[in-house]
């Protein structure tokens, strides 16, 4: 069975820092990888989406990147600010299409 | 923009009561689901639909029932709520094309408190 593992479970850094979010799963076979954060009481905000043929995606500060070969991905955070403060999931999409296994994400808070 | 609406954002209601969660998307996808988020438990599937009338278990579907009667909406049926289910309960959908992304699209989230 897939698992899928974030480390660490939370970060506090000072604005400004760049800063990288790890994201480990086991199993290789997979279709996708995704990228959320999600505010306190909120839903889930897709951030980048890599395809399983893909090494990295990047939306404006963020930078996704992906080794399926070594089962990890990384989500850098350029030049963070204290908006950026939530918890960050990645999903892994199982080939079979209609399965997704979630990490448990990174409570990220941006000291001003 | 794929919008996934859940009607509703927080709920109270009392054990035994059956509780009605409606999740609403509207870009056409197939496929649909329904989470519950709690801490130190992360999210875990209850049920997933990838048709209308089409619905198969997921992790966790004891307690909970669903119905999808139209493309574009997907309930949650709580038949006797119990305090054990109190928790985020979120809705995802996506495109069942396997020629598409993949990509997930969540709902806002409904708190539900049973007391």
């Known amino acids: 069975k897939q698992e899928v593992t974030q480390i660490p479970a939370a970060l506090s850094v000072p604005e400004g820092e760049n800063l990288v979010l790890n994201c480990s799963f086991t199993?290789?076979?997979?279709?996708?990888l995704q990228w959320f954060r999600q505010d306190p009481g909120k839903g889930l905000t897709s951030l980048l989406l890599i395809q399983s043929s893909q090494r990295e995606q990047t939306s404006g500060r963020l930078n996704a990147s992906l080794d399926k070969s070594s089962g990890r991905s990384t989500l850098y955070i350029a030049a963070s600010q204290p908006g950026d403060s939530a918890t960050y999931l990645c999903?892994?999409?199982?080939?079979?299409?209609?399965?997704?296994?979630f990490g448990s994400g990174t409570k990220l808070n941006v000291k001003p | 923009d794929v919008k996934v609406t859940q009607s509703s954002r927080y709920l109270v209601k009392r054990t035994g009561e059956k509780v009605f969660l409606e999740c609403v998307q509207d870009m056409d996808h197939e496929n649909m689901f329904w989470y519950r988020q709690d801490p130190g438990l992360g999210l875990r599937l209850i049920y997933f639909s990838y048709d209308v009338k089409m619905k198969e278990k997921g992790d966790i579907p004891e307690g909970y029932s669903v119905s999808r009667e139209k493309k574009e909406r997907f309930s949650l049926i709580l038949e006797s709520a119990s305090t054990n289910q109190t928790s985020m309960y979120l809705c995802?959908?996506?495109?069942?094309?396997?020629?598409?992304?993949?990509?997930?699209?969540f709902g806002e989230g409904s708190r539900l408190t049973v007391l």
């Open positions: 995802a959908s996506d495109p069942r094309d396997r020629g598409g992304t993949g990509e997930l699209f």
């Open positions: 999903a892994v999409r199982h080939y079979n299409f209609n399965k997704f296994y």
């Open positions: 199993d290789s076979a997979i279709y996708n």
